[in-house]
T-cell receptor, first 112, second 113 residues
Framework: TQLLEQSPQFLSIQEGENLTVYCNSSSVFSSLQWYRQEPGEGPVLLVTVVTGGEVKKLKRLTFQFGDARKDSSLHITAAQPGDTGLYLCAGGGASNDYKLSFGAGTTVTVRA | KAGVTQTPRYLIKTRGQQVTLSCSPISGHRSVSWYQQTPGQGLQFLFEYFSETQRNKGNFPGRFSGRQFSNSRSEMNVSTLELGDSALYLC????????????FGPGTRLTVL
């Protein structure tokens, strides 16, 4: 059983459309990270959110951390084929717990 | 700065053999974590080392072991390989002193026949 549940599992959209990926848990996390992984490569860190209610923007990507620090969302505006990949959320525990718990991931395909 | 490097990138072994994977972290990073990634289970935490000491361990059998050297480079060993050990093994490094941000290497693709 995954500590972090991601939805949807798969998402296929046309270039220019918007999309949202969700990451939910019953546990509280001290921080939450989003990564993107492309085939044959390791995950690449996109953003870290640490404060409940925090919103971070990275160009066309908007990340939000829930008020209770149990959930997060990733919204992509005007998706492009280069956004295609596996999006993973990962929760960090207390400051002395250096283990990350990953969600199963959302596979996003943006069609040209 | 150079990123995290892992060697080898691909490996084919047969059941019962053992394997050693290597990871060189980003310069200055003292923490190295190892993860197993499979289509069915996703990313599963194996263990984390900091300054040559194992600080965290996941729920994997004792066949999976690791170590870290004084230069922060790390190795992971899997003994008595099983078919189910086929996976992408990812190494991640971080400064290790605060926060949980990790920087991943490209992984080693292990196939057990």
């Amino acid at each position: 059983t995954q500590l972090l549940e991601q939805s949807p599992q798969f998402l296929s959209i046309q270039e220019g459309e918007n999309l949202t990926v969700y990451c939910n848990s019953s546990s509280v996390f001290s921080s939450l990270q989003w990564y993107r992984q492309e085939p044959g490569e390791g995950p690449v860190l996109l953003v870290t959110v640490v404060t409940g209610g925090e919103v971070k923007k990275l160009k066309r990507l908007t990340f939000q951390f829930g008020d209770a620090r149990k959930d997060s969302s990733l919204h992509i505006t005007a998706a492009q084929p280069g956004d295609t990949g596996l999006y993973l959320c990962a929760g960090g525990g207390a400051s002395n717990d250096y283990k990350l718990s990953f969600g199963a991931g959302t596979t996003v395909t943006v069609r040209a | 700065k150079a990123g995290v490097t892992q060697t080898p990138r691909y490996l084919i072994k047969t059941r019962g053999q053992q394997v050693t994977l290597s990871c060189s972290p980003i310069s200055g990073h003292r923490s190295v974590s190892w993860y197993q990634q499979t289509p069915g289970q996703g990313l599963q935490f194996l263990f984390e080392y900091f300054s040559e000491t194992q600080r965290n361990k996941g729920n994997f059998p004792g066949r999976f072991s690791g170590r870290q050297f004084s230069n922060s480079r790390s190795e992971m060993n899997v003994s008595t390989l099983e078919l189910g050990d086929s996976a992408l093994y990812l190494c991640a490094s971080s400064p290790g002193t605060s926060g949980n941000e990790q920087f991943f290497g490209p992984g080693t693709r292990l196939t057990v026949l």
